[in-house]
């Protein structure tokens, strides 16, 4: 059974980066046809797509997020991780490590794997 | 990018009952829609995906239906387990957006 785990600091300090890794165990992060991705959530809010990157390392991002955003893999220690900079107190959420399909008629790149999440809390 | 809009934000509803949930797209997006389930303080959980597809593992008593614009999550037979929070997702392009949710509450 395909397991996700988010991990990293849960208190991060405005202007600073956050940073956080998702292990991921029971099968191949370089799995063809599978993407990984972020999501967060505001507390009490709704999803917000963050970026996805594929083993190769090719990624996309939510323009929103573009430039303060980096998606990076490492398939020998079966992890993918984010990196966001300089934070505010808006970046406040749990944020989910998810696998999505690639999309195609038939899978409609679904998210159909995640992580529990991790609250990050931004304040000073 | 895409807006997706849901309808109702909330609802409230008996076990037994027949539920449907809209998720509207603010421009076509074929087929290429998601619905999840979350629980407080837990995970999305995927229910359908294409629009109409039963993911594995998922009650037969949840269905979706739609394309193009417009889609629906149908609950045939409300279960005190399926109190919780449903979006809806599109992956037609990119970002990749989520409805606002629909909160179902227990009557």
């Known amino acids: 059974q395909l397991q996700l785990q988010e991990s990293g600091p849960g208190l991060v300090k405005p202007s600073e980066t956050l940073s956080l890794t998702c292990t991921v165990s029971?099968?191949?992060?370089?799995?063809?046809?599978?993407?990984w991705g972020w999501i967060r959530q505001p507390p009490g809010k709704g999803l917000e797509w963050i970026g996805s990157i594929y083993y190769s390392g090719s990624t996309y991002y939510n323009p929103s997020l573009k430039s303060r955003v980096t998606i990076s893999v490492d398939t020998s220690k079966n992890q993918f991780s984010l990196k966001l900079s300089s934070v505010t107190a808006a970046d406040t959420a749990v944020y989910y490590c998810a696998r999505h399909n690639e999309v195609t008629v038939v899978t409609a790149g679904a998210f159909d794997y995640w992580g529990q999440g991790t609250l990050v809390t931004v304040s000073s | 990018d895409i807006q997706m809009t849901q309808s109702p934000s909330s609802l409230s509803a008996s076990v037994g009952d027949r539920v449907t949930i809209t998720c509207r797209a603010s421009?076509?997006?074929?087929?290429?829609l998601n619905w999840y389930q979350q629980k407080p303080g837990k995970a999305p959980k995927l229910l359908i995906y294409a629009a109409s597809s039963l993911q594995s593992g998922v009650p037969s008593r949840f269905s979706g239906s739609g394309s193009g614009t417009d889609f629906t999550l149908t609950i045939s037979s409300l279960q005190p387990e399926d109190f919780a929070t449903y979006y809806c997702?599109?992956?037609?392009?990119?970002?990749?957006?989520f409805g606002q949710g629909t909160r179902l509450e227990i009557k």
């Open positions: 029971g099968g191949s992060i370089s799995s063809s046809s599978y993407y």
């Open positions: 421009q076509s997006i074929s087929s290429y």
């Open positions: 997702q599109q992956s037609y392009s990119t970002p990749r957006t």
